[in-house]
């Protein structure tokens, strides 16, 4: 593998990594839906991510 290969490579893994590290940080907070910013305060909370039932 070229040099321009394990750069590539190494952007993949950092984007993944932090993909997955922002993840469990926002689950450990209590965030149930990634992403949306009333995550916490939203009626669904108590049920679910956008009311459907958490397994």
Do not use: E, T
């Not at 070229?2 to 993840?23: N, T």
């Not at 149930?32 to 956008?50: E, F, L, Q, V």
């Amino acid at each position: 593998m070229a040099l321009a290969d394990w750069i590539v490579v190494a952007i993949v893994v950092l984007v993944v990594g932090f993909a997955a590290g922002y993840i469990v940080y926002a689950k450990h907070k209590g965030n149930r839906c990634i992403g949306c910013p009333d995550s916490k305060n939203c009626s669904a909370h108590k049920k679910g991510c956008c009311g459907q039932k958490q397994k």
